[in-house]
C-alpha cells in the first residue's frame, strides 16, 4: 500500500472517531452522584473509539510490512515494539472489566506510547527489496501523529470526567494523585504538540499545493474540531488552568515531582486549548481573565521566582485577549478595558509575573493602549470631552488653605466646569480609576479592596504612557514635523491631572491621617506619582514657557508639590530604599519642571535628601544635584545656600542635623556643581557670598557641629573662585577682611592644642592665603615683603588675633631643631627599603588635631613664597649679595616648609589606611596627610631635595598599587589612589624633572621590595613604569637601571617556577620584559660598559623564555621585544664590541634543537621568528652595515647573513616536517619558515636548495588552507604569501606564475567570502603587478577570470579588478587589460542590484562601486564611457534611495551609502562633462533622488555630512550653467515643494549652500519659470531664500 493510501486511510478513521466524539461531551455531563456502572459504561465506549483508531493503525502497518521480502533487523524491532504496546493499549480499551489489568499494565502501555511522542526521532519499519529504492518508496512507518490520533479520544474523556467531577468540588484544585490522571495530562499536552505542531507545518507549506500535505491538515483539523468543540473547551480550558496553578508549588523533587509534571502539562495543554477557544472579549475578560487572576492571587509564589509553566498561561491567556481585540466594537471594548474588574486584574497580573517577562508586559501594555487609545475610535473623544476643557482641583490640598481662598477657588472651578459642552464615554475612564481608589480610605482594610487599589496604581503610569505616545503619534503623522505642539502638550497635561487625582487625594489624605500607615498601599500611589510626572518630564506636556493665563496648571502643579512636602513633613527618615525612591523621584521631576513649585520649601527638601543620601540608590544624589544645578543655572546659587542655612534652625542644630547635611560635601557631582557654580557667579554677587559664609561662621562659633559644615562650605566656594584683572583687588580685600572677623574668631582660643576651631582656621586661613597669592599676581606694583605676608601677620594696632605666620614659623623651627626630625631625615629612606618597603609612623611633636591644618597652611605659604620669590629675582641685581638677599631668605623658609609638610605627612605610615574622622570631618581637613603634597607637587618640587622626590615616589607607588576595588578599603586609601591616578593622567606630572629622574629607579626597587610580600602591587607598579611616557633615560643610570631590573626579573622567574604558572607573577614578568625593551631602545652606554651584563641578560631572556612557562601569548610577545632590542644594541655596538652580537648568536643557537631533522617548541619558534624578523628588517633599512671597518673582519651584515643561514640549515626540517602534517598548532612555525625564506629573498642569498624549499612549500600551501579552518592558520598562511610576494623576482624564480596568482587569489576569494579584510594580501597581489610583465598580467587576468566561472562573488572580483586598474603603470598593461574593463564594469554595477544583502554588505558593496567607479573614470586610457555607459551608471545607483531600502540601513551605513554616490557623481562631472551634457537626464534623476533623500533626513542620521556633500555636487554643476541651468529647474521646484509642506529650520539652513549654488546655475529665464510655476504660499516661503541668495552667496571657484 502506497503512502497516499494510508493517509486515506487514516483520514476515513479519523471521520469514524469523529462520530464518536459526542460521547465523550456527554460523558463528561454527567453527575458526579451517577452509579459506576454509567461511568465505567462511559469508559467502555471512550475505549471502544481509542480501539477503532488503533485497530486501524496496526492493520494498515501490518499489511505493508507483509508486502517486503525482509526487513531490517533494528527497524524491525522498533516497529514491532510499538505494535505491541498499541496492541495492548486496544486489549486494555476493551476489557474494561479487568480493573486490576488496568491499573498494573495500562499505565505502562500509556507511558510507553507518551514516551514515544516526546522522542526527537520517528520509529521506522524499512522493508528490503531487490533494489534500495524500492525499498525505500515501500518503507513502512507509524508516525507521531498516528500514536497522537490514538490517545487524544482516550485522554480527553478522562479529563472531562475529572472536570465534571471536579465541579462539585471546586476547593480542591491540587491534582489527583491516581496514576492514570497525570498520564492523561501528559498524552494530552504531548498529542496537542504533535498534533498542533502538523497542522501549522501543513498551513505553511500550504502554497506548495501538495495534495498529501494538504490531506494531513485537514485530517488534523478535523480530530481537533471533533474532539474540541466549544462545549468541551468551555470546561477543560478553566479546568487545566485550575490544574495548572495548584496548591503545590515547590521546585520539582522527588516527593512533588509528579504534581509538577501535571501541572507542566496543564499549562500545555491550556496553550493549545485557548487558542482553539472561541469567544468574545467580554466574555474571555470574564471567564479566563478572571479565573487567572484569582488562581495568581491565590497562589503564593514568589514572584521572582514564578514557575514558567504558570507565566505560560498567563501569557497564552493575555494573547488570546489582544487577538480578540482587533474585532471587538471599539466602544464596548472601552467600556470593559477601564471597567473596575479589568484593570484591577490586568494590575495584579502586571505585578506577580516576573519581571524577567517581557513579553507579557508588553501584551498588557498592548492591551491598554489599543483597548483605551484607538487613533481612530477614541482619541478624538479625549480631545473634545468637558473634562479636558478644566484643570481639576487637589481638594485635600486646597483644604489647608485660607477660607476666603478656598471659597474664591472652589467657585471658579464649578464656573468652569459649567464651560464642558460635551461628555463622552471616555470618561468612564476616570470614573473607574475614581471609585478604585476611593476605597483606599473606606475599604483599605479589606484584601479585596487594597489589593484593587495597589493593582490600579500599577496600571496608571502605563495608561499615561500610552496616551501621551498615541497623542505624539498623531503629532508626528501632521506637518509639523513630530513636534508635539502646545496644544496637544495641554491635552496631555490635563488628561494626567483628571487620570492622577484620585491617586493625589488617596495619597495625601492618608499621610493627613496617622492612623492609616500601610506602606504597600502609600508605596504604590507614590510610586504612580512618580512615573507618571516623569512622563510629564519627559514628553514636555508642561513647560513654563507654554500658555497659562490663569495659572491653573502651576497651581495644580503646585498643590501636588506642597502635598508632597507635607510627606516629607511626615517622614521619619527610617524607611528603606524603595519607600524614599519614589517620594525623592518625585520632588526631582518637579524642580525639573518648575523651581519655583519647591522653592519655598527648599530647605525641608534639601535636609530631607541629605538625610537619604546614606542609602544604596542614586536618585537622592541625582535629586541635589539636579537643585544645585537648576539653582547654579539661574545665577541664584546664594538661594541654595540660605537654604542650607536654615536647615540647621529648622533642625535645631545639632550632631545628628550635622552629620546630615554633612552628606552633602561626600557627593562629588554636586561639590564640583557647587565649584561651577562659584567659578560662573556674576562678580557682583561675590560679595554677598563672601558675606554670607563670613556671618554664618561668625554667628554659629558657639555650635561646632554648624560651625564645622559653614567653614567647610566656605571653604569650597574660596578654592573656586577665579581671581583676574578685574575682581583680584577686591578678592585681596574680603581676604583681609576674613582674617579680622571670622578667623579672629576662630583663633581666639586658650587651648591652642586641643580646640577644634583652631583647626577649622588655619584651614581656612591656608585657603585664604592660596587666594591671595592668586590675587596678588593681577596687581601691579606689590611690596613683596610688606602686602604678600601681612595676611597672616598681626598689625600692630591689633592684638586679639594671633599671628598665623609667626606660630607656623615657630612649630617648623621647633620640628627642624629636634633630634627626631635629623634622625628621620638621615634614616627614614634607608629604614624603608631595609623593612622590605614597609612604612612606620613617625613622632613629630604636632598635636594630632593640628597636623593637616597646619600642613596645608605651610603649602599654601609655600605658594605664596613662589610668587614672592619671583619677584623679587626681578627686582634684585646680580651684584647683590645671594646669601643676605630677599629671595635666598624666602627660598630657605620655602625649604624649611617643605620639610616640615613631608615631616608631617611621615607622622603615619606610608599606605595605611588612615586615620578615619567622623563622616562630616573627611572634607574638612583631609584624613591622607599625603593628598595636599600630591596636589601641590608643581610648587614644592622647585623646593625639594632627591630626598622628598623619593618620599614623594614611595607614597605615589603605594598608592596606585593599592587595591581601590576591594569593599575593605577605607576612604582615605581610595581617596589617595584617585589622587595618584589623577597625577597620572597629568602631563605637567611628566614635566617635572626632579619627578622625573628617580621615577624608574625608585619604581623598579619599589616593584622588587613588594615581588616578596604582595605581587599585586608589584605589577601594578611595573605596569605604569611600563606605560608611563617617560623621557629619555641618562647614560649613567642606564646599566643601573638595566641591572635592577635584570635582576628583578631573575627573581620572578624563579617564583613563578615556584608558584604553578601563577597569573600574577606572569603578569610582573611581561612588565618587566616591557620595561627592559624601552629602556634597550633608549639606553646611551658609557665607555666602558661591562659586557657581562648584557651577556647575562641575552643568556636568562633566551632561556628563560623559551621554557614551558612561556605558554603565554603577551608573556611571549614582551620577551621578544626585549630580545628584540637587546639585539639591536648589540648591532649598534658592533664597531665598538663584536663580542656582544657574537654572545647574542651564541645564546641564540641554544635555542635550537640539537639535530636538523627534530621539532622545536611553538615558544622557541616564536621567539626565533621575531629575532630573524629584526636582522631581516634591520639589513634591509640600515644598507651601511654591509661596509666593512678597517678593524674589524666581517661586517654585521656578513655576521647576521651567517648566522641565519645556519639556523636556517639547522631548524628547517624539523620545521618543514612539522608544517607538512597540517596541524593546526604550527602556525607559528609556519611564521617562522616565512621570516627564513624571506631573508634569502631579500638579501638575495643564493641558494638553490631555498628556492626548492619554497616552491615546496607553496605545494603544501593550498592543502593547508583547505584543512586547517582555524583563524590563525589561515593568517599565517596569507603572512607567507605577503612576504613572498614582496620579493617579485625571487618568487618567480621558485614558482611558476600562474601557481603564484592562482594561490594568492584564492586565499583573497576565501576571505572575501569570510568578509576579512586582508591587507597583506591586497599590498602583495598589488606589489607583484606591479612587477609583472604582460605575460603575467594575463596569468592573473585568466585565472580571476576563470574564478568567476567557479562562482566568485561578485564583490571579490570587483575588488581584485580595482587592485588591478590601480597597481599597473606601463602602457602594455594598460593596452592589455583596457579589453577586460567593460566586462569587470557590469559586474561592479551588479553589487548595487543585490537586496538581499545586510547593512553592512550594502556598505561594503557601495563603498566598493565607488572606488571602481572613480578610479575606472580617472583612467580614460584604460576605457573611455559612452552616454549609455553614463546613464546606466546613475540609474543603477538611483534606486538605492528608495524609502525601502534607506529605512533598512542603519545611520552610518546610509552616511557612507550617500557619500560614495557622491563621490561618482564628482567624478561623471570631472572627467565626462561632455558626455553629460548628451545624457543629463540620468544624473539630474539621480540627484534629484539625492535631494529627496536629504529632505527626508534629520540631523541625527546624518544630515550634515550628506548636506555637505550636496553642496559640492551643485557647485561643480556651475562651470556647465549653459547646459545644464534648464534641468536645475527641478531640482529647485522639488526643495520649494518641500519648503511649502514643512521643513525644519536645521535641514533649511543645512540645504541652504545646495540651493544657492543651483540658483547660480540658473539664469533669469529659468528664475521667471520657476516664478511661474509655483503658488502664491509657495512664493511667500521661496522668497527670502532667493532674496538672501542675491545679498550673500558668492561663487568662489572656477566659471
Not at 317 to 334: D, H, I, Q, S, V
Not at 421 to 426: E, S
Not at 588 to 608: D, E, F, M, P, Q
Not at 1259 to 1277: G, W
Amino acid at each position: 500500500m502506497t503512502m497516499t493510501g494510508k493517509r486515506r486511510t487514516r483520514s476515513s478513521h479519523t471521520a469514524a472517531a469523529a462520530d464518536k466524539s459526542p460521547k465523550v461531551n456527554t460523558a463528561a455531563k454527567t453527575p458526579k452522584s451517577s452509579s459506576k456502572r454509567r461511568k465505567k459504561k462511559q469508559q467502555h465506549e471512550d475505549n471502544e473509539t481509542s480501539s477503532f483508531h488503533a485497530d486501524a493503525i496496526i492493520t494498515t502497518s501490518e499489511s505493508k510490512q507483509t508486502k517486503g521480502e525482509a526487513a531490517s533487523t533494528k527497524p524491525s524491532s522498533n516497529h514491532n515494539e510499538i505494535v505491541s504496546y498499541i496492541t495492548k493499549f486496544v486489549s486494555a480499551t476493551k476489557s474494561s472489566s479487568s480493573s486490576e489489568k488496568e491499573s498494573t499494565d495500562f499505565p505502562s502501555v500509556i507511558s510507553y506510547l507518551i514516551l514515544f511522542l516526546q522522542k526527537d526521532t520517528t520509529t521506522t519499519a524499512a522493508v528490503n527489496g531487490k533494489d534500495e529504492q524500492q525499498a525505500s518508496l515501500s518503507a513502512m512507518y507509524i508516525t507521531k501523529e498516528d500514536v497522537a490520533t490514538l490517545l487524544l479520544p482516550w485522554s480527553v474523556g478522562r479529563l472531562m470526567r475529572l472536570a465534571a467531577s471536579s465541579t462539585s468540588n471546586d476547593d480542591d484544585n491540587s491534582p489527583d494523585v491516581d496514576a492514570l490522571d497525570g498520564l492523561a495530562w501528559a498524552a494530552l499536552s504531548s498529542s496537542l504538540d504533535i498534533v498542533a505542531a502538523a497542522t501549522t507545518s501543513s498551513s505553511s507549506a500550504a502554497a506548495t499545493e501538495e495534495s498529501s500535505t494538504l490531506q494531513v491538515s485537514t485530517s488534523n483539523e478535523t480530530l481537533l474540531s471533533s474532539c474540541f468543540p466549544q462545549s468541551t473547551l468551555n470546561r477543560l480550558v478553566p479546568y487545566a488552568g485550575r490544574i495548572a496553578f495548584s496548591s503545590s508549588h515547590q521546585p520539582p523533587s522527588s516527593s512533588n515531582e509528579t504534581t509538577h509534571n501535571i501541572q507542566t502539562s496543564a499549562s500545555t495543554t491550556f496553550v493549545h486549548l485557548v487558542q482553539r477557544y472561541k469567544s468574545s472579549f467580554d466574555t474571555v475578560c470574564k471567564t479566563l481573565l478572571s479565573d487567572v487572576d484569582s488562581l495568581m492571587s491565590n497562589n503564593q509564589t514568589d514572584t521572582t521566582t514564578r514557575p514558567p509553566h504558570q507565566v505560560a498561561v498567563v501569557h497564552a491567556t493575555l494573547k488570546k485577549m489582544y487577538g480578540l481585540m482587533e474585532n471587538a466594537n471599539p466602544k464596548r471594548l472601552f467600556t470593559i478595558v477601564c471597567s473596575m474588574d479589568v484593570l484591577p486584574r490586568l494590575g495584579r497580573l502586571s505585578m506577580v509575573l516576573p519581571s524577567s517577562s517581557l513579553d507579557d508586559e508588553k501584551l498588557i501594555q498592548n492591551i491598554l493602549w489599543d483597548g483605551l487609545f484607538h487613533p481612530v475610535h477614541h482619541m478624538d473623544g479625549f480631545r473634545t470631552m468637558s473634562e479636558m476643557k478644566v484643570v481639576p482641583k487637589v481638594e485635600v490640598v486646597a483644604a489647608a488653605a485660607a477660607a476666603a481662598v478656598e471659597k474664591d477657588d472652589g467657585g471658579k472651578a464649578k464656573e468652569d466646569k459649567k464651560g464642558g459642552n460635551k461628555t463622552c464615554f471616555q470618561a468612564g475612564l476616570f470614573q473607574s480609576v475614581q471609585t478604585l481608589l476611593s476605597s483606599v480610605t473606606t475599604s483599605v482594610e479589606d484584601g479585596n479592596g487594597k489589593d484593587d487599589v495597589i493593582a490600579t496604581a500599577k496600571l496608571l503610569p502605563g495608561i499615561v504612557h500610552g496616551f501621551f505616545e498615541r497623542v505624539q503619534e498623531h503629532a508626528a503623522q501632521s506637518k509639523n514635523g513630530g513636534s508635539t505642539t502646545e496644544a496637544d502638550a495641554k491635552l496631555q497635561f490635563r488628561f494626567w491631572c483628571h487620570l492622577i487625582l484620585p491617586v493625589l487625594e488617596a495619597l495625601f489624605s492618608r499621610k493627613h491621617q496617622n492612623g492609616n500607615n500601610d506602606d504597600d498601599v502609600d508605596n504604590a500611589l507614590m510610586d504612580a506619582v512618580s512615573q507618571t510626572l516623569g512622563l510629564v518630564l519627559q514628553y514636555d506636556a508642561y513647560l513654563p514657557s507654554y500658555n497659562d493665563p490663569d495659572e491653573e496648571h502651576l497651581a495644580y502643579l503646585q498643590s501636588v508639590a506642597d502635598g508632597l512636602v507635607r510627606c516629607v513633613d511626615g517622614s521619619n527618615n527610617t524607611k528603606t530604599d524603595n519607600d524614599n525612591y519614589a517620594l525623592v523621584t518625585s520632588l526631582c521631576n518637579l524642580i525639573l519642571l518648575n523651581h519655583r513649585l519647591l522653592h519655598g520649601k527648599l530647605s525641608t527638601v534639601t535636609y530631607y535628601t541629605c538625610a537619604c543620601l546614606p542609602q544604596k540608590n542614586q536618585e537622592p544624589n541625582k535629586l541635589l544635584f539636579t537643585i544645585v544645578k537648576t539653582y547654579r543655572e539661574l545665577r541664584a546659587i546664594g538661594d541654595f545656600l540660605t537654604a542650607t542655612r536654615e536647615a540647621f534652625t529648622k533642625t535645631a542644630a545639632s550632631q545628628e542635623s550635622a552629620d546630615t547635611m554633612n552628606n552633602i560635601l561626600l557627593c562629588n557631582n554636586v561639590v564640583d556643581s557647587l565649584a561651577l557654580a562659584y567659578q560662573s557667579c556674576p562678580s557682583g554677587q561675590l560679595q554677598e557670598m563672601w558675606n554670607f559664609f563670613d556671618g554664618w561662621i561668625v554667628d554659629s562659633i558657639s555650635t561646632t557641629p554648624e560651625l564645622s559644615f559653614a567653614v567647610q562650605m566656605f571653604i569650597i566656594f574660596v578654592k573656586s573662585i577665579r581671581s583676574d584683572k578685574q575682581n583680584s583687588l577686591g578678592l585681596r580685600g574680603l581676604c583681609e577682611f576674613s582674617m579680622n572677623s571670622s578667623i579672629a574668631k576662630l583663633l581666639d582660643s586658650s587651648d591652642i592644642e586641643s580646640s577644634i576651631h583652631m583647626r577649622l582656621g588655619f584651614d581656612l586661613c591656608g585657603w585664604l592665603v592660596e587666594l591671595h597669592s592668586r590675587s596678588c599676581f593681577w596687581v601691579d606694583n606689590v611690596s613683596v615683603d610688606g602686602e604678600s605676608s601681612f595676611l597672616l601677620t598681626t598689625s600692630k594696632d591689633d592684638k586679639s588675633r594671633l599671628n598665623v605666620l609667626s606660630y607656623l614659623h615657630n612649630t617648623a623651627e621647633t620640628a627642624a631643631a629636634s633630634e627626631g626630625f635629623s634622625l628621620w631625615k638621615k634614616s627614614f629612606l634607608g629604614a624603608y627599603w631595609q623593612s622590605g618597603g614597609v612604612g612606620t609612623e613617625v613622632d613629630i611633636g604636632v598635636h594630632t588635631s593640628l597636623r593637616g591644618s597646619l600642613q596645608r597652611l605651610a603649602l599654601h605659604r609655600i605658594h605664596q613664597l613662589h610668587s614672592m620669590i619671583y619677584y623679587c629675582n626681578l627686582e634684585e641685581s646680580d651684584e647683590q649679595d645671594s646669601k643676605d638677599s630677599q629671595s635666598t631668605v624666602l627660598t630657605r623658609e620655602a625649604k624649611m616648609l617643605v620639610d616640615f609638610s613631608f615631616y608631617i605627612a611621615c607622622s603615619e605610615a606610608i599606605g595605611a589606611a588612615g586615620s578615619e574622622t567622623e563622616e562630616g570631618d573627611l572634607a574638612l581637613s583631609s584624613a591622607s596627610l599625603w593628598i595636599p603634597i600630591a596636589q601641590s607637587l608643581p610648587i614644592w618640587s622647585h623646593y625639594s631635595e632627591h630626598f622628598h622626590s623619593e618620599l614623594f615616589l614611595i607614597w605615589f607607588y603605594t598608592s596606585i598599587s593599592s587595591a581601590n576595588s576591594s569593599r575593605n578599603c577605607s576612604h582615605t586609601s581610595r581617596r589617595e589612589y584617585a589622587t595618584s591616578i589623577a597625577l597620572t593622567r597629568d602631563a605637567s606630572f611628566y614635566d617635572n624633572d626632579k619627578i622625573m629622574t628617580p621615577l624608574m629607579h625608585v619604581g623598579v626597587k619599589f616593584a622588587t621590595h613588594k615581588s616578596n610580600d604582595d605581587v599585586e602591587a608589584s605589577s601594578k607598579a611595573l605596569s605604569f613604569i611600563s606605560s608611563a611616557p617617560v623621557e629619555l633615560i641618562e647614560s649613567s643610570d642606564s646599566t643601573n637601571i638595566l641591572a635592577e631590573i635584570l635582576d628583578l626579573d631573575i627573581h620572578t622567574t624563579a617564583k613563578l617556577r615556584q608558584s604553578q604558572n601563577d597569573q600574577l607573577v606572569k603578569q610582573v614578568l611581561c612588565s618587566t620584559r616591557s620595561i627592559l625593551a624601552r629602556v634597550l631602545s633608549v639606553a646611551m652606554l658609557p665607555s666602558g660598559f661591562d659586557t657581562s651584563l648584557f651577556a647575562k641578560m641575552t643568556h636568562h631572556l633566551l632561556s628563560s623564555s623559551s621554557d614551558d612557562i612561556g605558554c603565554d601569548m603577551i608573556y611571549l610577545s614582551a620577551s621578544s621585544d626585549s630580545i628584540n632590542e637587546c639585539l639591536s644594541l648589540c648591532i649598534d655596538y658592533y664597531e665598538k664590541d663584536d663580542t656582544l652580537l657574537q654572545d647574542f648568536f651564541s645564546q641564540l643557537s641554544n635555542l635550537m634543537s640539537d639535530g636538523p631533522s627534530s621539532e622545536m617548541s611553538s615558544s622557541k619558534a616564536f621567539l626565533l621568528r621575531g629575532v630573524i624578523r629584526k636582522v631581516n628588517n634591520t639589513l634591509n633599512r640600515h644598507h651601511s652595515l654591509a661596509k666593512r671597518s678597517a678593524t674589524k673582519s666581517k661586517s654585521v651584515y656578513d655576521v647576521c647573513t651567517e648566522k641565519v643561514l645556519t639556523i636556517y640549515e639547522r631548524t628547517w626540517r624539523g620545521l618543514f616536517s612539522k608544517i607538512s602534517k597540517v596541524n593546526s598548532s604550527a602556525c607559528v612555525e609556519l611564521l617562522l619558515a616565512s621570516e627564513l625564506l624571506s631573508f634569502h629573498a631579500n638579501c638575495a642569498v643564493k641558494n638553490a636548495e631555498a628556492k626548492e624549499n619554497v616552491a615546496e612549500l607553496f605545494e603544501n600551501l593550498a592543502n593547508i588552507q583547505d584543512s586547517s579552518p582555524e583563524a590563525d592558520m589561515i593568517t599565517a598562511c596569507n603572512y607567507f604569501l605577503s612576504v613572498m610576494a614582496a620579493a617579485p623576482d625571487y618568487l618567480f624564480e621558485c614558482v611558476a606564475q600562474e601557481k603564484v596568482f592562482e594561490q594568492i587569489l584564492c586565499a583573497m576569494s576565501s576571505s572575501s567570502s569570510s568578509q576579512t579584510a586582508t591587507p597583506l594580501l591586497d599590498a602583495a597581489f598589488c606589489s607583484l603587478i606591479r612587477q609583472t610583465d604582460v605575460d603575467g598580467l594575463n596569468t592573473a587576468t585568466t585565472v580571476l577570470i576563470k574564478g568567476e566561472g567557479k562562482r566568485q562573488s561578485s564583490v571579490f572580483l570587483v575588488k581584485t579588478f580595482h587592485l588591478i586598474i590601480s597597481s599597473i603603470k606601463s602602457q602594455e598593461q594598460q593596452k592589455y587589460i583596457a579589453g577586460h574593463c567593460e566586462h569587470f564594469l557590469l559586474i561592479s554595477m551588479d553589487l548595487l542590484r543585490e537586496k538581499s544583502c545586510n547593512v553592512h554588505q550594502t556598505q561594503q558593496h557601495v563603498s566598493l562601486f565607488s572606488r571602481m567607479m572613480t578610479t575606472l573614470l580617472a583612467k580614460k586610457e584604460l576605457l573611455v564611457l559612452r552616454g549609455r555607459e553614463i546613464g546606466m551608471i546613475c540609474s543603477e545607483m538611483t534606486p538605492l534611495f528608495h524609502i525601502d531600502r534607506v529605512n533598512a540601513r542603519d545611520v552610518e551605513c546610509d552616511i557612507s551609502v550617500f557619500n560614495s554616490c557622491s563621490s561618482v557623481v564628482s567624478a561623471l562631472i570631472a572627467h565626462y562633462s561632455k558626455q553629460l551634457y548628451g545624457c543629463p537626464s540620468p544624473l539630474f534623476g539621480l540627484l534629484l533622488s539625492l535631494l529627496s533623500h536629504l529632505l527626508h533626513t534629520n540631523a541625527r542620521k546624518g544630515l550634515s555630512e550628506k548636506a555637505l556633500e550636496y553642496s559640492k555636487l551643485c557647485e561643480l554643476l556651475i562651470p556647465h550653467k549653459d547646459i545644464f541651468k534648464k534641468h536645475v529647474v527641478g531640482l529647485i521646484l522639488c526643495y520649494i515643494k518641500a519648503l511649502s509642506e514643512g521643513m525644519s529650520p536645521i535641514t533649511k539652513k543645512k540645504l541652504m549652500p545646495s540651493v544657492y549654488a543651483l540658483l547660480d546655475v540658473c539664469s533669469d529665464f529659468e528664475t521667471r519659470q520657476i516664478n511661474a510655476m509655483i503658488d502664491v504660499p509657495s512664493k511667500t516661503l521661496f522668497a527670502p531664500v532667493f532674496k538672501s541668495y542675491q545679498k550673500f552667496y558668492q561663487y568662489h571657484g572656477q566659471a
